[in-house]
């Protein structure tokens, strides 16, 4: 359809016409804003925290403890310089390994999620699954944040109440 | 010829000044659109409906997906 348009926009005059091709679902899916009626709604992208932190392959689990001191029970993704998803190590590998390098203890392509996904299907996903945090990337696999099932399950309770 | 471009280019014209059309229906965009898009539904699209926009920059059409 956006190809469609944009050949009938030239032949309309305009001289200078792009189409956006991914269009809309790429755009929120890498939690961008949108206008409208359901931004309003919040969504995993919402509830996802973005100040996470995060190591690389080669760091030593040692490091990483010491860095995710102030948020004991998260997991910390492992990311490379663009920061796509390579891995995750979860919390307990973190309080009880010291001299190994993420990449030796890293759960390798972790489930990932994209921010536009609705509360209620993200929440029913982590409680199914016995999953603490979600991994919300862009389409591209780059890091947005983590969202705890508490944070997902609260918001969506408070939502389904209003 | 119509460029295909993505997501980071729509954001670079975006900031230069290009112009979002979404031409799916009117109820769809009314749920969600991307900031600033105004919506020309595909079978609308006419000398008329168009006129709103101005030829001299760029125009970025976008639908739901790349189907």
Known sequence: ?162 | MPTVIDRSRVREMLEGGAQLVEVLSRAEYDEEHLPGAISIPLRELDRTTTSQLDKTRPVISYCYDSQ
């Open chain 1, 1 to 162: 359809m956006g190809p469609r348009a944009a050949w009938r926009l030239e032949s309309l005059g305009f001289t200078s016409v792009f189409i956006y091709k991914p269009g809309k679902l790429d755009w929120v899916s890498a939690g961008l804003p949108v206008e409208g009626t359901a931004a309003r709604i919040p969504n995993l992208g919402t509830v996802a925290r973005r100040d996470v932190v995060t190591c690389r392959l080669s760091d030593q689990i040692s490091a990483v403890k010491a860095r995710i001191a102030f948020d004991p029970t998260g997991p910390c993704p492992v990311v490379n310089d663009q920061r796509i998803v390579l891995g995750l190590v979860r919390s307990d590998v973190i309080k009880e390994t010291g001299t190994n390098t993420a990449e030796e203890v890293m759960i390798a392509g972790p489930v990932t999620f994209r921010p536009n996904v609705a509360l209620e299907e993200i929440d029913r996903y982590l409680t199914d699954h016995k999953t603490r945090h979600a991994v919300v990337t862009t389409p591209e696999g780059q890091l947005i944040g983590l969202a705890s099932a508490e944070d997902v399950h609260r918001r969506h309770a408070d939502l389904a109440v209003s």
